[in-house]
């Protein structure tokens, strides 16, 4: 094992959801060689987690994998107590698992079912995570809390109502939060990605675009951590949403 070296994060600890999919792994892998200790969570796929769990410790960290099926809610609102028992006091807390199947608003399959499960994973996890981790960062006097959303949350997007609304609904959380707790050490912010390829979410070759791309090309999980990292580090940057998506959406 490699020695641990000094990072922007490190000494920090921080809990990535959906650690197990590309975007999820991308950052956790980023913050990683910041410095950072990891809490790891994946659904379905716990070898994808485990994967990224072995390249944090071979960079020196502590990584623990935890199973975690958002669309419970208790399993939402034990987590950030698993992370304090199995690594410490939590400073940095990603919400980035997501689900969206693509449904239109018109089909049946988009029944009450689909919905509240979308909205459980999406946008009550990320609440209940947050309400658990936000009184110790104020404690503590540092924390960092990042959603991802997605452009979808601003143009409506191509997955569905479900999504859209969804992640829109994390814009509203973060918007509601941020101020009141800024003078405590703690940011809340949301990245908001399109058409991201290596990812369950957007699977495609890097040649198919579906829809032009100003920049010309589709983006790569490390364009998202790239952000997510400037986010993270700059501690007068809060209650923002951020897009990363080529230029497609004009803000
Ligand atoms: N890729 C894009 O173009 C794009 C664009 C905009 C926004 N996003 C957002 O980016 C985030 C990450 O997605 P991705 O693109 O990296 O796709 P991905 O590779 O499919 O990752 C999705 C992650 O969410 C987890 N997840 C799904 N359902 C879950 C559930 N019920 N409980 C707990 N975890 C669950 C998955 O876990 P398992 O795999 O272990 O089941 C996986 O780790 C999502 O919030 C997505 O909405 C992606």
Avoid: C
Wanted: charged residues 15%; neutral net charge.
């Amino acid at each position: 094992m490699s020695q641990p070296e000094q990072g922007p994060m490190s000494g920090r600890i921080a809990l990535v959801t959906g650690a197990s999919g590309g975007i999820g792994g991308a950052l956790a892998l980023r913050l990683a060689a910041a410095g950072a200790d990891l809490a790891l969570t994946y659904s379905g796929h716990r070898q994808a987690a485990e994967g990224v769990a072995e390249q944090a410790r071979a960079l020196g960290r502590r990584a623990a994998v935890l199973a975690a099926d958002l669309t419970d809610p208790r399993i939402a609102t034990d987590l950030v107590d698993q992370v304090g028992t199995r690594l410490g006091p939590l400073d940095i807390l990603i919400a980035n698992a997501g689900t969206g199947r693509q449904l239109s608003w018109d089909d049946d399959a988009l029944d009450v079912a689909t919905w509240d499960s979308t909205m459980a994973v999406n946008l009550r996890a990320p609440w209940l995570l947050t309400r658990a981790a936000l009184p110790g960062m104020v404690s503590r006097g540092f924390g960092r809390v990042l959603y991802v959303s997605s452009i979808a949350a601003l143009n409506g997007g191509i997955v569905g109502p479900h999504y859209a609304a969804s992640k829109a609904g994390l814009h509203g959380l973060m918007h509601h939060l941020a101020g009141r707790v800024a003078g405590h050490g703690v940011t809340v912010n949301t990245i908001a990605p399109a058409l991201i390829t290596g990812t369950g979410f957007f699977p495609a070759a890097p040649g198919e675009m579906p829809m032009p791309v100003p920049v010309g090309r589709l983006g790569r999980t490390e364009d998202v951590a790239d952000l997510a990292m400037a986010m993270l580090t700059n501690g007068y940057l809060t209650n923002k949403v951020v897009t990363v998506d080529g230029g497609l959406y004009p803000t």
